[in-house]
């Protein structure tokens, strides 16, 4: 009796010390659980709730007397019914689910909630119902809205700011252009005027032969009007107009070639003469009295669209002018050449330089150098996406002479 007295006791020792484990463990896991702050559900195969942590009680504003037994069913949107069986089905087939679930949270508001679904095993490891974790993500959500739109709002303004930079690239053309405009057409208004004077002188002759003026009298008329000068001067008068008309269409035409539209088909451009175009137009739009040499071989032809290879010579000419625009002697050196599969073109001035901090950002968007007011900081990389389209490189450093070079290399075939 006293052996089996004893073994009595031990067992009743070990059994109030593993019930004592065991409560220490329990408490353990709901200290875990009421501490996370990701809701947590532990319910059945049929939706309803064995479990459930302070998180999703806080959320729904209800006790867990009231939670443990219902469905979770019933506190999930009409909408949301169907996806939220489709999570709770998770315990029967035995693997994990995603899914989003909106809830109705204690002020009345609805909350989204990201929904993770694993099967809920009981000590035999059969499948037992599922345990369902989630995390709140309307915040979220309304952040990455609100980041989406900032985001489009900053697209629109650097579309924006790129189209005011092609207006600008535009207002160097046409200022250009009106300096290439205003000869021919002086020409022609000043032949037009000589011309609209010898016909008055003309018609007073004429019509004093019409009404039957003597010879004498004619001929008196002949060396005042100075009919015999006029006749002489007529014809250089409507070559050189002709010539001023040519000389306008030239440039009209020119200007028909050069567009901006990226959809345009790309077609067989005369790189030599665009590049003595381009550089005609930027020294005059500028008024520069740079000494400029073109070293490029006539006939040098790229299939590319001739808008955009005018920008990117225009704004390398542009950028070298303001750089010598201070020296004493400045010269500026364009060279275009094949090199095997690729046309390189190289612009080099004998200004300043690139200061060495500037090196790695004169490609970035919005870097300048130039004062408030006297550039956006876009032409560069406009010039640099243009050329990344076509497949090409543009790269930039000082050369051994000083000054600043920039090669572009673009393939042939564009």
């Known amino acids: 009796m006293d052996e089996v007295y004893s073994e009595l006791l031990r067992n009743e020792t070990d059994l109030e010390r593993k019930n004592a484990e065991l409560e220490e463990a329990q408490t353990f896991i709901s200290s875990v ?12 195969s049929d939706g309803v709730i064995k479990k459930a942590n302070p998180a999703f009680l806080t959320l729904l504003g209800i006790s867990e007397s009231d939670v443990i037994g219902s469905r979770i069913f019933d506190y999930v949107l009409p909408e949301d019914r169907d996806e939220a069986e489709r999570l709770a089905s998770a315990g029967q087939q035995g693997r994990v689910l995603e899914g989003d679930l909106h809830f109705r949270t204690a002020d009345g508001r609805e909350e989204c909630l990201a929904m993770r679904c694993a099967t809920l095993f009981d000590g035999r490891r059969r499948r037992f119902g599922a345990v369902l974790t989630g995390r709140p993500i309307s915040e979220l959500r309304q952040a990455y809205q609100a980041l989406h739109l900032a985001h489009r709002e900053l697209q629109q303004a650097q579309r924006r700011l790129i189209e005011q930079e092609k207006m600008a690239s535009l207002g160097r053309l046409v200022a250009g252009v009106a300096h290439e ?81 990226k959809t345009a088909e790309r077609q067989p451009v005369d790189l030599d003469r665009l590049l003595r175009n381009a550089a005609h137009l930027a020294i005059r739009a500028k008024n520069s009295l740079a000494d400029v040499v073109i070293d490029s071989n006539p006939g040098l032809i790229i299939n590319a669209h001739e808008g955009q290879i005018h920008q990117i010579v225009v704004n390398l000419i542009d950028n070298a002018l303001d750089a ?44 300048t150098t130039k004062s408030v007011g006297e550039g ?11 050329v990344e389209d076509y497949g090409g490189t543009i790269t930039a450093h000082n050369s051994d002479a000083g000054g600043a070079e920039f090669r572009v290399m673009l393939p042939l075939d564009g």
């Open 33 to 44: 659980i009421a501490s996370v702050s990701d809701i947590l559900i532990v319910c059945g």
């Open 181 to 261: 405009l205003n000869n021919p057409i002086s020409f022609v208004y000043a032949n037009i005027y000589t011309l609209d004077r010898y016909r008055k002188n003309l018609v007073l002759y004429l019509d004093a032969v019409h009404k039957g003026a003597d010879a004498l009298e004619i001929d008196a008329l002949r060396r005042k009007l100075k009919i015999d000068s006029i006749l002489a001067d007529i014809d250089p008068l409507l070559e050189g107009t002709i010539e001023g008309a040519d000389r306008i269409s030239d440039i009209v035409k020119n200007l028909r070639r050069l567009s901006f539209s």
């Open 324 to 367: 010598i625009a201070r020296c004493a002697n400045p010269k500026l050196r364009i060279t275009a050449a094949r090199l095997e599969s690729v046309i390189e073109i190289r612009i080099v001035d004998n200004g300043p330089g690139i200061a060495e901090s500037d090196m790695g950002k004169i490609f970035e968007p919005f870097f």
């Open 376 to 386: 956006t900081g876009l032409g560069l990389w406009i010039s640099f996406s243009i």
